[in-house]
């Protein structure tokens, strides 16, 4: 049995969803693992982890324009500190998935023919974003 963890860094261009499926794969690979479970997990509150379709564009633009009008910016909210798309990133956050589990199989990520995993930044502003990944298989 192999347990393994690792971290990697992204850094966002504001909002936007990021495929981050090769880096995450790419490490999956090199542990030498048949079959198992991937933990991926984000270490932020303003941002969010989905799996989501990886052919064609339209669909991400789809989902950022439902979530623009679910939690729209121009909202009543209280906690308005860090700028006016701060609440609503957390309210997306609070939505969304921090941390996804992806079975491995094969020493690869059983992802969908169309599926790609996404790192979907509320914030306008850049950012870093942390993933921590722990694997356990044999």
Known sequence: ??????????????????????????????????????????????ASLVIQENADPDVLRDLETFFRRLVPEAADYR????????MPAHLRAAVLPTQLTVPVSGGRLALGTW??????EHRRAPHRRTVVLSLIGA
């Open 115 to 120: 599926q790609a995993i996404y790192l979907y």
């Open 79 to 86: 906690h308005s500190a860090e700028g006016p798309d701060d």
């Open 1 to 46: 049995m192999t347990l393994a963890h690792h971290r990697l860094t992204f850094a966002t261009d504001g909002q936007s969803l990021r495929d981050i499926t090769a880096p995450i794969a790419t490490w999956v690979a090199e542990q030498g693992v048949d079959s198992g479970l991937l933990s991926v997990f984000l270490q932020h509150t303003s």
